[in-house]
């Protein structure tokens, strides 16, 4: 059984990020839809594209919702995930807050808009409460099509349980410090955390 270096992050605070964007989301648009007022849902639109670009930059634990999200499950032991199919997901955000940053601040209302934000809360509600990442099913379909990376450096067979390196650096560990790690499918995501090892 080979090992392979990996970046992970804490899917508690993934679904803690994602239930905090949810709630100013649905504020924002409840403003929007009930009051007719849309400076909240601009404001949070432009916010949520600096977020998930922060996050696709420095990742979540250095973004302003993730920081957040860290402090809310602190008390948590963590649950280590493959980063590639979050990251994905949020490539996939920065689309549709990017769009709603232009649409919304551009004065645009109606369907569209609305459409939009639906869209966004159910992905979000669908992270937090029922722990399914839609970005990352779509990017497990498509490592499965042969179209996307899997989680790993490196491509593991099909159907097999490969076993991984989080790299620790990446998770706010002490460098050189290994855990090994499981993979539960082929894209790696959830990663179950096994011993450390020196």
């Known amino acids: 059984m080979s ?18 964007t949810m709630v100013l989301g649905a504020v924002a648009f409840a403003y929007a839809y009930f009051r007719q007022l849309y400076w909240p849902l601009q404001a949070v639109s432009a916010f949520f594209t600096l977020e998930f670009a922060l996050r696709l930059a420095l990742g979540l634990r250095r973004s302003p919702v993730g920081l957040l999200a860290g402090l809310l499950t602190r008390r948590h032991v963590p649950e280590w995930v493959s980063a590639r199919p979050k990251r994905f997901a949020w490539t996939l955000g920065l689309a549709m807050a990017s769009a709603m940053a ?11 808009p609305r459409s939009i934000c639906l869209l966004c809360l159910a992905l979000m509600w669908l992270e937090s409460a029922a722990g399914l990442c839609l970005g990352c ?17 490196r491509p593991a067979p099909a159907r097999s349980r490969a076993a991984a390196s989080i790299d620790l650096a990446s998770v706010g560990r002490a460098p050189g410090e290994v855990t090994v790690a499981e993979c539960a499918h082929g894209a790696c995501s959830p990663v179950r955390t096994a011993e450390a090892q020196r």
Request: hydrophobic share 45%; net charge positive.
């Open 3 to 20: 090992t392979k270096v990996m970046r992970a992050v804490d899917e508690h605070q993934v679904r803690a990020a994602a239930g905090t």
């Open 102 to 112: 232009i649409i919304t601040n551009n004065g645009i209302r109606g369907w569209l």
């Open 137 to 153: 099913e779509i990017h497990h379909l498509l490592v499965r099509r042969g179209l996307a990376q899997r989680g790993l450096a």
